[in-house]
Nanobody, 120 residues
Framework: EVHLVESGGGLVQAGGSLRLSCAASGFKVDDYAIGWFRQAPGKEREGVSC????????FYGDSAKGRFTISSDNVKNTVYLQMNSLKPEDTAVYYC?????????????WGQGTQVTVSS
């Protein structure tokens, strides 16, 4: 059975860093694209970053460029999102999801989310 479990969220001051983890089971992360998304209260879900290890490809949304780094550990079957220089507007619930490629529209499995709160 496919599962995605996010962790690593928390409360951090502006300018601080967090590393989110997305632990996968039931499939190999290097066989799929793994995306990070976020949703703040009252706002639409936003794509943050995506990695497709098999073709050594990463994508970043405009809000993440230059501050966030996505990576994958195929031994641990886990995808990470290193977030630096955090801003209050980064406050949201962060989710990871699976698709066949980063430009896909299926995103057929999602984690439960992890809350990130950035104080000013």
């Amino acid at each position: 059975e496919v599962h995605l479990v996010e962790s690593g969220g928390g409360l951090v001051q502006a300018g601080g860093s967090l590393r989110l983890s997305c632990a996968a089971s039931g499939f190999k992360v290097d066989d799929y694209a793994i995306g990070w998304f976020r949703q703040a209260p009252g706002k639409e879900r936003e794509g943050v970053s995506c990695i497709q290890s098999a073709i050594i490809t990463t994508f970043y949304g405009d809000s993440a460029k230059g501050r966030f780094t996505i990576s994958s550990d195929n031994v641990k079957n886990t995808v990470y999102l290193q977030m630096n220089s955090l801003k209050p507007e980064d406050t949201a619930v962060y989710y990871c999801a699976r698709d066949t490629h980063c430009s896909g529209y299926r995103w057929d499995h999602w984690g439960q989310g992890t809350q990130v709160t950035v104080s000013s």
